[in-house]
């Protein structure tokens, strides 16, 4: 995680404004110093990020008064007494927000949808969770905060012949409720922290720090990816496009159905080892299809392309058609039912139109639409690989729940 000011945008301060417009009297501000201490050393937190919440937006947030208009201050960072200094103030009462990596900020409980909506019970929580502080013009004003040491989670990712699965991302995944359902779902970013890509290193292991006590179940992403790159000709920079060919998740207990995942929790302070996952690739088979046109029986140009799991619907791997040979591949699907997922099937042509000179990428392609066709599931048993599969759509008008598929082993 890296620090990054997320629900407000830096803005200028009324008397930062006022300094740049000679015309405009200057605005009485006040400045805000203090120190950031680490809970479980007591040693300076250094190079930690801090800022100011106005009260007021956080009180306001989601109800009918609203303002549009984001008032807030840039983050700073402490030096290495953890010390911290925010100049031009504009008086009013703040929240004081600080984050260092592997450390708990105040706010890192809340997810930003509630810190934008909040509700009067998760008002009074912050209130009573984060320190404040009153900025009077013309007065400086100081505050010392310390930050609690967060839980982490570590292991390592391996691929079942022992070899380590190296620059795969990890994800730590807890419970949120959607209505009457609960799910597995990624870390919600909050104020000036944002879940950066965790990634296994060359041995495959990897580490997650600075989580709050809760349930956890652990994600990791094994995708095949095509990148074009761009290199300017007498100049230094290159550019790069990445867009993605397989994928396939597997979590918590060997498992690549989340339902059947097995969490585990963690306490204030806990250092969670040996988390480890095996990636089964004896186990993981290819598909290789084309989908026809159930009328006629023609070749289809285009349509995404999901398994979904059977028995919970949830997404085991997508893909689409690749124009070149109009076909498409699923690489990573372990043995079991699944359903496959037809929509936007459409006959399509292709045309790759020049991007204006000295942009990347060259050219981009365009598709023109011929004639569009149904959405299908499709029910499937995966034993073995499975070299060429046919599979018909129906027309526009129709849906159908199940359609002729052909194996060909």
């Known amino acids: 995680m890296s620090p990054w000011p997320f629900a407000l945008l830096p803005v200028l301060t009324l008397a930062s404004a006022a300094q740049n417009n000679p ?23 250094r190079m930690a990020s801090v800022m100011l919440e106005p009260v007021r937006v956080v009180d306001e947030a989601g109800t009918a008064d609203e303002s549009h208009t984001k ?20 008086p009013g009462l703040y929240y004081v927000i600080a984050y ?6 105040p706010l890192a409980t809340f997810s930003s949808d509630v810190l934008s909506h909040p509700s009067e019970e998760d008002r009074k929580r912050i209130a009573a969770t984060v320190p404040k502080i009153t900025v009077e013009a013309g007065l400086p004003a100081s505050v010392d905060l310390r930050l609690e040491r967060g839980t982490a989670i570590s292991g390592t990712i391996l691929f079942d012949d022992g070899s380590p699965a190296g620059d795969l991302v990890v994800h730590a995944l807890i419970r949120r409720k959607e209505g009457q359902r609960e799910s597995w779902s990624p870390l919600p970013p909050t104020p000036l922290v944002m879940a950066d890509d965790v ?23 094994l995708e095949l990816q095509d990148t074009d790159f761009g290199v300017t000709i007498g100049a230094l920079g290159t550019s790069a496009m990445s867009r993605s060919i397989a994928r396939i998740s597997l979590f918590s207990g060997n498992t690549t159905r989340k339902r059947e995942a ?25 598909i290789v299809g084309e989908l026809l046109a159930a009328q006629d029986g023609h070749v289809l140009t285009q349509a ?21 040979d109009s076909r498409f591949h699923l690489f990573f699907v372990p043995e079991g039912d699944y359903i496959l997922h037809i929509e936007d099937a459409a006959d399509v042509t292709y045309e790759d139109l020049p991007n204006p000179p000295g942009t990347f ?6 598709t023109h639409t011929l004639r569009a066709y149904g959405t299908l599931d499709q029910p499937l048993t995966v034993h ?20 002729r598929a052909t194996a060909v082993q």
């Open 23 to 45: 015309g405009t009297k200057r605005a009485a501000t006040g400045t805000v110093t203090g120190r950031v201490y680490c809970a479980d050393t007591n040693a300076p937190a």
């Open 71 to 90: 008032v807030t201050m840039t983050a700073v960072e402490t030096g290495l007494d953890g010390g911290f200094a925010i100049p031009e103030v504009t």
């Open 100 to 105: 260092k990596a592997g450390y708990l900020s």
């Open 199 to 221: 990634r296994t290193d060359d041995l495959g292991r990897y580490r997650i720090a600075g989580l709050a006590p809760r349930d956890y179940i652990i994600q990791v992403d």
């Open 262 to 286: 097995k969490p585990f929790e963690l306490g204030a302070g806990d250092e969670r080892t040996g988390e480890d996952i095996t990636i089964p690739i004896s186990k993981l088979h290819t």
């Open 304 to 324: 995404n392309i999901q398994l979904l799991d059977a028995g919970d619907k949830s997404e085991v791997e997508s893909t689409r058609l690749d124009h070149a």
């Open 361 to 366: 990428p060259i050219a981009r392609e365009v």
């Open 384 to 403: 073995d690989d499975i070299p060429s599969l046919t599979v018909s759509v129906p027309d526009k008008a129709s849906r159908q729940s199940t359609s």
